[in-house]
């Protein structure tokens, strides 16, 4: 079907690859200042939000990867039981072994309190630059959506 649709001249599926690859360079310029933040928090945390939370590639998550030419899951983030208890199967000694352009979207906006204070002390305008960037891209995953569904639409 995607391939019907994409071949077929009229273009509309364009408009979901631009808003993919547009996400995708704004998931890059916020990369560093995550990794940043991971790496003077997450090591020593003993609330960790893989081993709490519960964390899934949702509708969204796939238009992206897929419109974005970026790796596709093999299937759902799913849990697995290890001797520290329950975490996300992609939590390694180091963190998570996804980059985090591949990453499930909550994976990426969530902050924790922690992350909060390096984000204000270690940052100049570090929460305010963060929001931008989050709105930023939660507005265009909203519209990434959006075009996707409409290019479904028969004409």
């Given at each position: 079907f995607m391939?019907t649709?994409?071949?077929s001249?009229?273009g509309?599926?364009?408009?979901?690859?631009?808003?993919?690859l547009?996400?995708?360079g704004?998931?890059?310029?916020?990369?560093?200042?995550?990794?940043r933040?991971?790496?003077?928090?997450?090591?020593d945390?003993r609330?960790?939000?893989?081993?709490?939370?519960?964390?899934?590639?949702?509708?969204?998550?796939?238009?992206y990867?897929?419109?974005?030419?970026l790796?596709?899951?093999?299937?759902?983030?799913?849990?697995?039981?290890?001797?520290?208890?329950?975490r996300c199967?992609?939590?390694?000694?180091?963190?998570c072994?996804?980059?985090?352009?591949?990453?499930?979207f909550?994976?990426?906006?969530?902050?924790?309190?922690?992350?909060?204070?390096?984000?204000?002390?270690?940052?100049?305008?570090?929460?305010?630059?963060?929001?931008?960037?989050?709105?930023?891209?939660?507005?265009?995953?909203?519209?990434?959506?959006?075009?996707?569904?409409e290019?479904?639409r028969?004409?």
């Open positions: 391939e649709m994409e071949n001249g009229q509309r599926l364009a408009v979901v690859r631009d808003l993919a547009e996400i995708q704004l998931m890059l310029e916020l990369d560093p200042y995550l990794d933040l991971c790496r003077a928090v997450c090591p945390c609330d960790n939000c893989c081993a709490r939370a519960t964390i899934f590639y949702d509708f969204k998550d796939l238009l990867l897929y419109f974005s030419s790796p596709f899951p093999e299937k759902q983030v799913e849990k697995c039981s290890c001797a520290t208890g329950s199967i992609h939590l390694g000694q180091r963190g072994t996804l980059s985090r352009a591949v990453r499930p909550v994976c990426t906006w969530y902050i924790c309190p922690d992350q909060r204070r390096v984000l204000t002390r270690d940052i100049p305008g570090g929460p305010v630059l963060i929001g931008k960037w989050w709105r930023e891209i939660t507005a265009l995953r909203n519209h990434l959506e959006t075009a996707f569904l290019a479904l028969p004409s």
